[in-house]
């Protein structure tokens, strides 16, 4: 590191970088497989350490998948079937 960069705020504590880099994979929606790798963990101490990052999250998953046949139309269960 450069004078500059060992004196920059960022510095004090790399782990937080680490740390952030983590949490918004995660929140991002990437695989923790793929997370935990680039971390050095496994997928289970990831999502142990990491759990409580992906807190809010509850209002979209309870809701229909994106997927859904029924949410986008493309079957009509308003028709009864003789």
Sequence with gaps: ????????????????????????????GAPPTEVAERAGHSVKVLLSVYAACLDGEREAYNGPHPRSTRRRGLIDYSRSVP
């Design 1 to 28: 590191m450069t004078p500059a960069q060992a004196a920059s705020p960022l510095a004090a504590r790399p782990y937080d970088l680490r740390h952030a880099a983590l949490t918004s994979w995660l929140n991002a």
